[in-house]
């Protein structure tokens, strides 16, 4: 009967299996944060192009009402470049988590390789040691014939 094959490093896998668990969440948290603030800039711009249309398109405006305008224009400009940056920063962002997730998946792999190289290493001995006890067996029971 032969012994069943353990690797002396399933603890380490398991852990670094473990890691790139958490690093895939943490990709798909800095996506979804992503994806909020591209909506959110949507949001902004098009609020930016109803107003700026809205403007143009009213006539005989009092001061007032035209200063108000700008200003709130203005500011939706001033919004939407703060909104774009946080965008830009948020994608940067996802980019490390799945650049860091590659990195995670590639330490797992590697060894995951190194357990099935030595899941067939230890069938081939295994393999021997039997054909071995087979090869000694049959020694020990032939008989020449008798002449």
């Not at 800095?30 to 591209?38: F, T």
Request: aromatic share 6%; no cysteine; charged share 35%.
């Amino acid at each position: 009967m032969s012994r069943p094959f353990r690797f002396n490093l399933q603890k380490v896998l398991d852990y670094r299996a473990q890691l790139e668990d958490q690093a895939k969440q943490a990709l798909v948290r800095a996506q979804q944060a992503h994806q909020e603030k591209a909506r959110e800039v949507a949001l902004l711009d098009g609020n930016l192009a109803r107003h700026m249309e809205a403007m143009s398109s009213q006539a005989m405006q009092s001061a007032a009402d035209i200063w108000l305008g700008r200003n709130y224009a203005k500011r939706l400009a001033e919004d939407l470049a703060l909104a774009r940056q946080a965008e830009a920063q948020l994608l940067h962002e996802a980019q490390e988590r799945r650049l860091e997730l590659v990195e995670k998946a590639k330490e797992r792999k590697l060894l995951e390789k190194l357990k099935e190289t030595q899941a067939k290493r230890h069938e081939q001995e295994e393999f021997r040691k039997e054909q071995a006890g087979f090869d000694e067996m049959a020694t020990l029971r032939y008989r020449p014939p008798v002449v």
